[in-house]
């Protein structure tokens, strides 16, 4: 039966079985399409055996149904076996072919060969494939068909037919694909195959003009200087499309460096050397430029892009340096104002001259200093100070230095001006008077001098040359002399004029007078109290002035004495005064605050000199009244014992009490002992104590009828207890 036939019911078949007569035979079918899925699809006339088709068949769900027919008699039983019935579906072309994609895409380099494969459609047809209804064939509809691309019509394959693919004419073909059944005379269905033409580095790149201008600032580096465009016409962004630039000559410090902007393809010119005006103001560049893919052998004889770059140098305002800094100079101490010392000059790159600028003192300069601001010349303004007031003679400050740009640059330098010694000091001598024993001996002098080496020692000394004595001099070192007297000297004040001179270039001279006290001296070398008085006397003091001065040194001493004594005794009575009020209570005991009741072995809270003599304490207090511990603090309050309770059954109480008062009278044992009441409860119960103390007493004296009272749980107590 062919599918999709509309008119139903239909008969199929008209099946008879032979075994009976007519009338008493009953047919039926069963299997998928009448009782199995697809249901109700055929059905049979149980009397005459006929078999209707009842809906329209699809062969691509169901391209054949096999069932068994059946012949019962009226009681139900099998005629005969039952004979298979197979209804075969019969293909029509219902179904357009299907292609497994609605786009289709492909690559294909530009300037590729005849031939070369591209990309491969394939469609698919739910018809029968065995019949000519699922027979398949390819083909290009619309532009291109057969121009570039040719489309094999039975494998769906795609390949170029011509040369001539450019991707910079045209990157992009999109093509109509049909396939059709019945071998291309049936039904019909399209899909779009896009072929992207893959580039290929076929064009160097060209500069877009043979000149570029650009500045350069001064004294800068790492600054883009500016950029020269370049042109390519293979794809952006690949390789065959971006530029490597080389700098070829015009740059031989290295100065200028060149890169490429992966975003435009552009020449980033940069510096990395900064640049001086003064030295070089112009530069020429020539500059080339090549992909950074290498050309595709198609290409040949094909000359790199070469272009010039006119750079101009902007001059910019450098600031102004000292040649020679630090600048060194030297001066005389004491020279007069005016003096020049040194010449301190700065230069300006900018104009290679030196008298533009302009010389400024720094902050803090001396004032005996000043620099003329045109020139640089350095000079005293007033009388240089000594050599001495310096560190290790040098006067170190700094200059400034400042140019006529816009704005003013400054440059600073460092003036050291060294203070020459000038011996312009007499030596002095030391001491200028002393005292000598006639018997024999020497002074020892010596000499100072303001000046500085070399204009100080060696020092020289020599008596006056109009002095008539026989003293002598003996030069032990460069800087003493020892002074002794004649063996005939006489007693009493000796005055001997001498010359001290230094080692300067002059040297200087001064004299002095130096007084000489001769005196007689005892055993131990020390002169008599005349020569102390003629010593005094040459000093210029009398007698009654060194007494006064003795006595009031003695006043002096005294005085301080007087005030360290009341100190002292007025710190003794503080003393005093703190401990005063704790003299009384002082132990070397310790206390225990937290004391549950003494023991033989705890000695620790007690004064050990009780136990060792308990004769010398008065007796124990009388009952009821607590006794005091010695060794407690007299601010310690005395323990509240509890109030005698009222009579009860129990004699406990009396039994502590009596046990109690037996250790406080026994001197054996360690004193006040006491009961500690941890927790009172106030007085006895009207009930009777259950405790076992009492057990010895007779249960005839208990009255255990009262538990009755008490609840449910002294219940069970009361009758065994109880009368």
């Known amino acids: 039966m062919p599918e999709n036939h509309r008119r139903v019911p239909h008969l199929l078949v008209q099946i008879k079985s032979d075994k009976q007569q007519p009338g008493v035979v009953v047919y039926s079918i069963k299997g998928p399409g009448v009782d199995e899925d697809p249901k109700d699809i055929f059905s049979i006339d149980k009397l005459s055996g006929k078999v209707y088709l009842n809906a329209m068949l699809d062969r691509e769900k169901h391209d054949r149904f096999r069932l068994k027919a059946f012949a019962l008699d009226l009681g139900g039983v099998l005629l005969e076996d039952p004979t298979d019935l197979e209804i075969v579906v019969l293909d029509q072309n219902d179904n357009r072919p299907l292609f497994q994609q609605d786009v289709f895409t492909g690559h294909v380099v530009e300037g590729a060969e005849p031939g070369t494969f591209v990309l491969k459609a394939e469609a698919t047809d739910a018809d029968d494939p065995e019949t000519d209804n699922a027979a398949l064939r390819y083909s290009i509809v619309g532009p291109g068909a057969g121009e570039l691309f040719t489309m094999n019509e039975l494998s769906g394959e795609i390949q170029t037919a011509h040369v001539g693919l450019d991707r910079e004419v045209t990157g992009v073909y999109n093509l109509t694909l049909q396939v059709a059944d019945m071998s291309g005379e049936g039904l019909t269905t399209t899909a779009t195959a896009v072929i992207y033409v893959e580039d290929v580095n076929d064009n160097p790149p060209e500069f877009t003009t043979d000149k570029f201008h650009m500045e350069a600032p001064e004294n800068k580096q790492g600054v883009e200087v500016g950029r020269v465009m370049v042109q390519d016409k293979d794809q952006p962004g690949s390789p065959n499309w971006l530029a490597k630039f080389t700098i070829l000559e015009g740059d031989p410090r290295g100065a200028f460096a060149i890169h490429t902007d992966p975003l435009t393809n552009e020449g980033v010119l940069s510096l990395v050397k900064a640049l001086d005006y003064e030295e070089q103001n112009h530069y020429e560049l020539l500059i080339s430029v090549q992909n950074q893919s290498p050309l595709d052998p198609s290409v040949r004889n094909v000359a790199h892009a070469l272009a010039t770059v006119q750079l101009q140098v902007v001059d910019a305002n450098e600031p102004p340096f000292f040649q020679d800094d630090p600048c060194r100079g030297n001066v005389n101490e004491g020279a007069p104002a005016g003096t020049e010392i040194t010449l301190f000059h700065a230069r300006d790159p900018d104009t290679q001259q030196a008298q533009e600028l302009r010389y400024w003192k720094a902050s803090g300069l001396a004032s005996w200093l000043q620099v003329d601001p045109e020139s640089g010349l350095v000079e005293a303004r007033q009388k240089v100070p000594p050599r001495s007031t310096f560190r290790g003679g040098w006067y170190v400050t700094q200059i400034l230095a400042v140019d006529n740009g816009t ?231 005395l323990p509240q014992y509890p109030q005698r309770t009222t009579a009860c059954p129990s004699d406990i109480e009396d039994f502590i009490n009596e046990g109690l008062e037996a250790a406080d009278g026994d001197p054996s044992v360690p004193p006040y002992d006491t009961a500690l009441i941890y927790d009172y409860e106030g007085g006895c119960s009207v009930s009777g104590s259950l405790s076992s103390i009492l057990s010895s007493l007779a249960d005839e004296d208990q009255d255990y009828d009262y538990l009755k009272e008490w609840g449910p749980r002294f219940r069970r107590l009361a009758e065994l207890y109880g009368q």
């Open 407 to 637: 704005p003013p640059l400054t440059a600073t330098g460092t003036l050291s001006v060294e203070v020459l010694e000038v011996n312009d000091q007499a030596p002095f001598l030391f001491p200028t008077k002393g005292e000598l024993c006639q018997e024999g001996g020497g002074l020892v002098l010596s000499a100072t001098d303001e000046d500085l080496a070399p204009h100080a020692a060696p020092f020289h000394f020599r008596f006056a040359p109009s002095s008539a004595h026989n003293w002598t001099l003996r030069h032990p070192n460069d800087t003493h002399v020892l002074l002794q007297p004649p063996t005939d000297v006489a007693e009493g004040l000796h005055t001997l004029p001498l010359l001290v001179s230094d080692s300067g270039i002059p040297p200087r001279v001064r004299k002095q007078l130096l007084n000489v006290s001769v005196c007689a001296c005892n055993r131990w070398g020390a002169c008599g109290a005349r020569a102390a008085a003629t010593v005094a006397v040459v000093a210029g003091l009398s007698l009654g002035a060194l007494m006064t001065i003795l006595c009031s040194a003695v006043l002096l001493l005294l005085l301080v004495l007087l005030v360290a004594g009341l100190e002292h005794a007025r710190r003794q009575a503080l003393r005093k005064g703190l401990l005063g009020a704790s003299q009384d209570d002082l132990r070397d005991n310790v206390l225990n605050y937290d004391e549950q009741g003494g023991g033989e072995e705890d000695q620790d809270a007690y004064d050990l000199s009780q136990l060792r003599d308990p004769d010398l304490f008065r007796p124990p207090a009388p009952r009821g009244k607590p006794l005091r511990r010695r060794d407690a603090p007299y601010s310690y309050t």
